[in-house]
């Protein structure tokens, strides 16, 4: 069965903290997306990996295949960071299997 | 590049009227458009796979005559809410994925999401 899970669902913290969030999925994947939601519902595509590790700026993803794991790194957090993450693999076809979401408030 | 914009963002109808959503993909083509919808503080929910050219595919449990897909051109995918209920107020969110297998925009899986549509039924 194709499950996602995340992990925190929430969190909050100061200005300036690295932030991290995990994703765990259960069976092979062909690349995994992570995904910024804002208050207002639109949706921001900030990484698709398939191996390895990307950067964007402070953002940071990592996936390691072996342990069927993911995480999203901030560094610097910033108030505007604020918004919810989520996870999304691609478990062998086109599809995208959607994570619960990490809901991040940053505090100035 | 690599946006996708939806049309309109927020819409009220009364109950049993039928509302369009308009998916487009600006800088690039989409063979292949996906639309979800997503209920308050819920994960987002595929409904269907629309594909260019012919009939969409939609998910388990998803109403085929009630959410009519139609997919008439490389950039543009409709999603109609037919005789809509207030149970169907819902935020409805597009994505596109772009054509090929590679290119400007990366890899086959890579999909691009539109802004979403906030569908209220009174």
């Known amino acids: 069965k194709n499950e996602v899970e995340q992990s925190p669902q929430n969190l909050t913290a100061q200005e300036g903290e690295f932030i991290t969030i995990n994703c765990s999925y259960s069976?092979?994947?062909?690349?995994l997306h992570w995904l910024q939601q804002h208050p207002g519902g639109g949706i921001v595509s900030l990484f698709m990996l398939s191996s390895g590790k990307k950067k964007h700026g402070r953002l940071i993803a990592t996936i390691n295949i072996q342990e069927k794991h993911s995480s999203l790194h901030i560094t610097a957090s910033h108030p505007r960071d604020s918004a919810v993450y989520i996870c999304a693999p691609n478990f062998g076809n086109e599809k995208l299997t959607f994570g619960t979401g990490t809901r991040l408030t940053i505090i100035p | 590049g690599a946006v996708v914009s939806q049309h309109p963002s927020r819409v009220i109808c009364k109950s049993g009227t039928s509302v369009k959503i308009e998916c487009r993909s600006l800088d690039f083509q989409a063979t292949t458009m996906f639309w979800y919808r997503q209920f308050p503080k819920k994960s987002l929910m595929l409904m269907a796979t629309?594909?260019?050219?012919?009939?969409?595919?939609?998910e388990q449990g998803v109403e085929k005559d009630k959410f009519l897909i139609n997919h008439a051109s490389l950039t543009l995918s409709t999603l109609t809410v037919t005789s809509a209920h207030p149970e169907d107020s819902s935020f409805y969110i597009c994505?596109?994925?772009?054509?090929?297998?590679?290119?400007?925009?990366?890899?086959?899986?890579?999909?691009?999401f539109g802004p979403g549509t906030r569908l209220t039924v009174l």
């Open positions: 069976v092979g994947i062909s690349a």
């Open positions: 994505s596109a994925r772009p054509t090929g297998l590679a290119g400007e925009f990366g890899s086959y899986n890579e999909q691009f």
């Open positions: 629309s594909n260019e050219g012919s009939k969409a595919t939609y």
